[in-house]
């Protein structure tokens, strides 16, 4: 059984500060990964995508690498605004017939002015 | 707006009552799913549907649970007998199976109290 886990749980930065989340997953067999980010009572938002045949994926300033073979996955958020403060949660996907994203628990970001 | 629509946004009912949920994907996405999350918790996959068709379900969705997608566009989410437990987000999302990403896009959660 796929099991997703993500640390730190928690994290407290003062702006501008670079960082990295942590994604870890037990079966390396997987199709994708997805980072979102959720906001507090609402839906989750895509961020990135990285196919199970790739390293890693940019949008401005995130960055996502995917090591399969190790099972682990990292966001990197380069110089964080307030804006960012939310949940950030990493799911796989366990191949192409579309069911069963396994989610991580999610680190809670707070980025303070 | 052309994304993922859920309908209602909150519901608060007491235990016992039967509650429906509403999701509208975005259009032309053959694949659409359920999900339940709790507080603190990453989303739980419940069941998916590519079409009109029920493809797969969790162990998670009860008899009380029952999802439809009559004519592969919306889908609705029914709960029977509602519990306690069974207060959480309701997150529904949709995506087009066809080509290499399958991406999931979520719509905002339909938030269940049950007192």
């Known amino acids: 059984k796929q099991e997703v886990t993500q640390i730190p749980a928690a994290l407290s930065v003062p702006e501008g500060e670079n960082l990295v989340l942590n994604c870890s997953f037990t079966?390396?067999?997987?199709?994708?990964l997805q980072w979102f980010r959720q906001d507090p009572g609402k839906g989750l938002t895509s961020l990135l995508l990285i196919q199970s045949s790739q390293r890693e994926q940019t949008s401005g300033r995130l960055n996502a690498s995917l090591d399969k073979s190790s099972g682990r996955s990292t966001l990197y958020i380069a110089a964080s605004q307030p804006g960012d403060s939310a949940t950030y949660l990493c799911?796989?996907?366990?191949?192409?017939?579309?069911?069963?994203?396994?989610f991580g628990p999610g680190t809670r970001l707070s980025v303070l002015p | 707006d052309t994304g993922v629509s859920q309908d209602p946004r909150h519901k608060i009912t007491k235990r016992g009552q039967n509650v429906t949920f509403r999701c509208d994907p975005i259009?032309?996405?053959?694949?659409l799913y359920w999900y339940r999350q709790t507080l603190g918790q990453g989303p739980e996959f419940l069941t998916y549907f590519q079409n009109e068709a029920q493809l797969e379900k969790s162990r998670l969705l009860s008899d009380r649970f029952s999802a439809e997608r009559p004519k592969g566009s919306f889908s609705t989410l029914e709960i029977q007998r509602t519990e306690q437990g069974d207060s959480a987000m309701y997150l529904c999302?949709?995506?087009f199976g066809s080509g290499s990403s399958y991406e999931q896009y979520f719509g905002p959660g339909t938030r269940l109290t049950v007192t």
């Open positions: 259009s032309e996405h053959n694949r």
């Open positions: 079966d390396s067999a997987i199709y994708n």
């Open positions: 999302a949709s995506s």
């Open positions: 799911a796989v996907r366990r191949d192409n017939y579309g069911q069963n994203f396994v």
